[in-house]
């Protein structure tokens, strides 16, 4: 299938100025974008962005506060440093840290709220979140408590502020089969209304992802979407696995791809999209550098490609970021940066009415642009 993007004119030296991310840094990827306002007033849609990793320094010291002597700073200066990772296994430590300070429902409510309010600050209109509820029942919050503490903030957040949010649930891997069943009970029994779809994350190295077939299967014959994370620190294997083994409809990251040209035809000819997530693959060290960051080789490739921030505040980034950082590496326009956002809407699991209302919105919002 031909590529959606426009190129623009620019010369290819260009885009790797400034674009490699010294190992004393990794986080340091911003770029300064000609399209920042364009993609700032673009109405977006975002499929791969985790709960709690998407704590905003503001909302952590928030928790942090309620929970005096917790490990993470309840200073919000504090945090950009003690979200400095020397690897994968290091973030996921840091990241267990904050799920520490979510005790209640409340504290959950608080979370679900205010990502919903920095979504809704970057013109997200629909997202879905990409929750792990065993972590969380693992700490003794009641699931019921925990479900009923998400919704109100997703039902909140539609009254609100107009934003439409849906909930991934997800096996944290790195916990095993027990983290698994409970995964999918929360998934099939506690079920709550927002739910769409059933994942798989943490680490991959030591977690092959067969072993959650079973889980899948159930998920999947409860009318659940598979969505795994793949490809993102192991290589194409891992991704085939997820497509033979968990149905996956989407894969996330699944940056390894680009080294098996035979796995990059399957994925272009069945168009099963790609959540990318440019700027947490150099914070993770799973790509070294942007400028080698295999994205404009799955656009070349005719692979749908989504824009998404994984764990923006942990890796210093926002949805809006990501989109320069693509339009960057993929040279494109505002019509190439348009067809990103429409990309995402086309790959999500949203309601039909809202897929429709959205892209309408995107087309309108570059109509007008260019028109201007
Ligand atoms: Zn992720």
Redesign the pocket.
Request: glycine share 22%; net charge negative.
């Given at each position: 299938m031909p590529s959606p993007f426009q190129r623009t004119d620019k010369r290819t030296d260009e885009l790797t100025d400034g674009l490699t991310a010294p190992l004393t840094a990794p986080m340091t990827t911003t770029v300064s974008s000609p399209y920042a306002g364009f993609i700032a007033g673009l109405p977006k849609a975002e499929l791969?962005?985790?709960h709690v990793?998407s704590a905003s320094p503001r909302i952590v010291a928030e928790l942090a506060s309620r929970h005096p002597g917790a490990a993470v700073p309840a200073d919000e200066a504090k945090l950009a440093e003690y979200f400095t990772f020397s690897d994968f296994a290091h973030f996921v430590t840091v990241y267990l840290s904050v799920v520490d300070l979510i005790k209640d429902g409340e504290d959950v409510r608080t979370l679900t709220y205010g990502i919903a309010e920095n979504m809704h600050a970057l013109n997200v209109r629909y997202a879905e979140l990409?929750v792990s509820p065993h972590s969380h029942l693992d700490r003794g919050i009641p699931g019921e408590a925990f479900m009923e503490a998400i919704e109100d903030a997703r039902l909140a957040a539609e009254r609100d502020l107009g934003l439409v949010l849906r909930w991934c649930f997800?096996i944290p891997g790195e916990d095993g089969l027990r983290a698994a069943d409970i995964t999918l009970d929360a998934a099939t029994r506690l079920a709550p209304a927002g739910l769409v779809s059933f994942?798989l994350?943490g680490p991959e190295i030591g977690v092959p992802r067969p072993q959650f077939k079973p889980h899948f299967d159930a998920a999947r014959g409860a009318g659940l979407h598979s969505v795994p994370?793949a490809g993102?620190t192991t290589g194409p294997g891992t991704i085939w696995d997820a497509l033979n083994d968990l149905g996956a409809e989407r894969i996330?990251?699944g940056t390894s791809a680009a080294q098996d040209p035979e796995l990059l035809a399957h994925l272009a000819a069945h168009q099963i999209p790609l959540?990318v997530?440019p700027t947490?693959n150099i914070a993770t060290r799973a790509v070294a550098t942007l400028a080698e960051h295999p994205l404009a080789d799955f656009v070349a490739a005719g692979c749908l490609v989504t824009i998404?921030s994984?764990?923006p505040p942990m890796f210093a980034t926002d949805l809006n970021q990501e989109y320069a950082v693509a339009a960057e590496l993929l040279d494109l326009d505002e019509t190439g940066i348009a067809a990103l956002a429409r990309n995402a809407v086309g790959a999500s699991f949203a309601p039909d009415d809202v897929k429709v209302s959205l892209t309408g919105e995107i087309d309108s919002y570059l109509a007008r642009h260019l028109a201007g």
């Open positions: 791969h962005v985790h990793g990409t997800d994942g994350g994370h993102e996330g990251h959540e997530c947490s998404n994984d764990d």
